[in-house]
């Protein structure tokens, strides 16, 4: 039972990454996904959350417009699009499973598998 995150990067600020999720040895079909940063020093922040439906879709308000979670229940992976990137979204980007997004108001203990992270850097 494994997720990995991949798609990080060193990236000039207003520039994109996908950021994929993807599950082996389970499927990510009926779980919520949530995608997760932390930075140096930071607490593990929410970035995003979709439901096991893909219906429902929820961001952090810094991210909003910027960012798209995706799910591809076929492929079992789940991406993070991001555009117009910034200094302040560098961090390492985790995906993780729940069972729910509660409405947005989702916490990392609310998750219980884990990727192992992904670095993304916005410099210049």
């Known amino acids: 039972v494994q997720l990995q995150a991949s798609g990080g990067g060193l990236v000039q600020p207003g520039g994109s990454l996908r950021l994929s999720c993807a599950a082996s040895g389970f499927t990510l079909d009926g779980y919520a996904i949530g995608w997760f940063r932390q930075a140096p020093g930071k607490e593990r922040e929410g970035v995003s959350c979709?439901?096991?439906?893909?219906?429902?879709?929820y961001y952090k308000d810094s991210v909003k417009g910027r960012f798209t979670i995706s799910r591809d229940n076929a492929k079992n992976t789940a991406y993070l699009q991001m555009k117009s990137l910034k200094p302040e979204d560098t961090a390492v980007y985790y995906c993780a499973t729940g069972l729910h997004c509660y409405g947005g108001n989702y916490y990392s203990y609310d998750f219980g598998s884990w990727g192992q992270g992904t670095q993304v850097t916005v410099s210049s």
């Open positions: 979709i439901s096991s439906s893909g219906e429902d879709t």
